[in-house]
């Protein structure tokens, strides 16, 4: 039985375990996206030149509405794990470094919550 | 720019120092840069998306305000930065997820989906605006 703590081992003094879970969530989303994207810009595409009730009217559909929600949710998950990488291999300073991590967390939770309560909001709205 | 040698350390090139002058850049390299280039970039393109999707729910004047900016020339130009830098990402993607399961680690077959990556990219782009210019 290993005296280690859990803290211990995760600093990469050891195995913690779970050192696969970042790479695979990353290609998971990859490939979700790879569908999602392509519905999305060619759809947005369709809408050039559309107005606010155009624009209303597509958000409106049940169909787009949960697509879009879709492509928010694996679009900003997928984005976090990157900048997190891109963080993790340029910045060397740990606190910064550990700073930076909480902000790429928070900031892309709060632009993921805030863009699915902008769809439901529409897609839900009379 | 300069690069201090730590104290005590006789003067040496380091890395970044190669860029440019030494090092000669390789189609698979500069693919490398760009994905991670455009990652980054898209990053912030999200921003564009959230920024459109709750502008929208904020109603016809605040969309207004958003749209604006979207239509004129420089949102345009934003925008097929955007798209090429989405579907550049997308397809330079694939490519690495053929990495992952072991194929096309072969230098010319890396060259050649390489290539690929580069045209489909493009042409995926021009098919976009095509449709958007042609509704």
Redesign the interface.
């Known amino acids: 039985m290993s005296m280690r703590s859990p803290l211990g081992q995760a600093r990469g003094l050891g195995s913690a375990k779970d050192g696969t879970h970042h790479f695979w969530v990353q290609?998971i989303s990859?490939?979700a996206?790879?569908p999602l994207?392509?519905w999305f810009?060619?759809s947005v595409?369709?809408l050039?030149?559309g107005?606010?009730?155009m624009?209303?009217h597509w958000?409106h559909a049940p169909s787009v509405a949960i697509t879009?929600v879709l492509f928010?949710v694996a679009?900003?998950y997928h984005?976090m794990l990157?900048?997190q990488v891109?963080i993790e291999d340029y910045i060397g300073n740990e606190g910064s470094k550990i700073v930076a991590l909480l902000l790429n967390k928070f900031l892309h939770a709060i632009?993921a919550v805030?863009?699915i309560?902008?769809?439901l909001?529409?897609a839900l709205?009379s | 720019m300069s690069h201090q040698p730590p104290k005590g350390l006789p003067s040496r090139p380091m890395s970044p120092f190669m860029l440019g002058q030494y090092y000669r850049f390789q189609l698979t390299s500069v693919l490398s840069f760009i994905h991670?280039l455009t990652?980054?970039g898209?990053?912030f393109g999200?921003?564009l998306?959230?920024g459109w999707?709750?502008t929208?729910?904020g109603?016809?004047e605040t969309?207004?305000m958003f749209?604006k900016h979207l239509t004129a020339w420089y949102g345009q130009v934003l925008l097929f930065c955007w798209?090429w830098a989405?579907?550049y990402h997308?397809c330079n993607?694939?490519r690495?997820?053929g990495w992952?399961i072991g194929k096309g680690y072969e230098l010319k077959t890396a060259y050649a989906t390489g290539y690929a990556v580069v045209i489909v990219s493009l042409l995926l782009t021009a098919s976009?605006?095509a449709?958007?210019?042609l509704?």
């Open positions: 290609r990859a490939v996206l790879i994207s392509l810009v060619f595409a369709q050039a030149g107005d606010f009730y624009v209303r958000v879009l928010v679009a900003l984005s990157g900048v891109v632009v805030s863009t309560f902008a769809v909001k529409v709205g | 991670r990652g980054i898209l990053s999200t921003l998306l959230a999707l709750i929208l729910a109603g016809p969309y207004g749209a798209s989405l579907l997308l993607g694939i690495h997820l992952d976009v605006w449709v958007a210019c509704k």
